[in-house]
């Protein structure tokens, strides 16, 4: 072999080395599908990753609970046995219960409050709680305000759910609050609920605009009513370990990248939440888009004395009256 043919084979395997060695890939997955605002969340902050790293960094995204469950999900991510999720704070209370405060029925009056919520002090000082329990929290993001859903009746009136079997995550406020409605409260994993609505076991199920429409429940559901009981975060969370081991300017990368993420997914839920009604009723079906919202929280009051108690009620107010 000539020596000019030697140093080509070493360059190239150098440069082989090199460039598999220069590039980390990651994994990030939701519970929703690709089209959905989480599906839009992720997809962007790949892409940011990818373009504020120059390549360094690949995120590989996974859709449709296919890589498992929120709850699975971010067991892994604490773990270490997978980099990222984006989730809702469902199942989160199990992790870091500091976020349980936001699961309050009829705590944010609109989106704009929410989102003033956790873009501000109150939002950035519960991401520091994720630190201590194995996780770097990347970003606040959005699932939207939760609406009821079921096969039996129109629900007009608090009335009008007793007795609902309804699928709820797996949190322990919303188990709390569903059963002061007098629901009969059934938790499961997302992935199991189409299956569950549509071989009748349980009744209904309760979720944003966004994920009815992303996860075709108007295929098994009839009723549709615009309770907007709950408002309904999401999160960018990432491995603590995975996050500490970036350079400063990488870490940067990411904070930035799940922002954008963030705005992409926000505008996405707002589409939705324009659209949807059109939408779901255009498919079949029947929608209550007005609901007296003062008897859905006249009928939480003993429950919400309970919330009271257990988070404080200066807080429950800080959040309230944040502005
Ligand atoms: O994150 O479990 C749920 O109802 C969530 O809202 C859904 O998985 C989207």
Not at 85 to 95: A, H, I, M, R, W
Not at 147 to 169: A, Q
Not at 188 to 217: C, R, Y
Request: hydrophobic share 40%; proline share 4%.
């Amino acid at each position: 072999m000539k020596l000019s043919q030697l140093a080509l084979g070493a360059a190239l395997a150098f440069g082989f080395v090199a460039g598999a060695a220069a590039q980390t890939v990651m994994k990030i997955n939701i519970s929703t599908a690709q089209t959905s605002h989480q599906g839009v969340g992720i997809d962007v902050f790949a892409r940011e990753v990818e373009k504020r790293t120059n390549g360094r960094y690949k995120i590989q995204t996974f859709y449709n609970a296919s890589l498992g469950s929120e709850r699975e999900s971010i067991e892994a991510v604490q773990l270490g046995t997978q980099e990222l999720t984006l989730t809702s704070t469902g199942p989160v209370p199990n992790f870091v219960p500091e976020t349980k405060i936001l699961d309050v029925p009829f705590l944010f009056r609109d989106k704009a409050h929410a989102r003033a919520v956790l873009d501000g002090p109150i939002g950035a000082e519960l991401l520091t709680k994720f630190d201590a329990k194995g996780f770097k929290a990347l970003a606040w993001a959005e699932n939207g305000f939760r609406h009821m859903t079921n096969s039996k009746r129109s629900v007009n009136t608090p009335d009008d759910l007793k007795g609902l079997k309804m699928r709820t995550m797996e949190n322990p406020v919303h188990v709390a609050a569903y059963k002061g409605f007098g629901i009969v409260t059934t938790p499961m994993a997302f992935a199991e609920v189409f299956t569950a609505l549509q071989q009748g076991t349980v009744d209904g199920q309760e979720n944003p605009l966004s994920v009815i429409i992303a996860s075709k429940f108007d295929q098994v559901q009839k009723h549709l009513s615009l309770t907007g009981h709950v408002y309904s975060p999401c999160l960018f969370l990432m491995n603590k370990a995975a996050f500490d081991k970036l350079s400063p300017a990488d870490k940067q990368a990411f904070l930035e990248a799940a922002k954008e993420g963030t705005k992409a997914n926000r505008a996405k839920v707002d589409e939705d939440d324009a659209k949807g009604v059109a939408d779901l009723r255009a498919k079949g079906m029947t929608v209550v888009e007005t609901v007296d919202k003062s008897k859905f929280v006249a009928a939480l009051a003993p429950v919400n004395a309970e919330f009271e108690k257990q988070f404080g009620k200066a807080n429950l107010d800080k959040i309230r009256n944040y502005k």
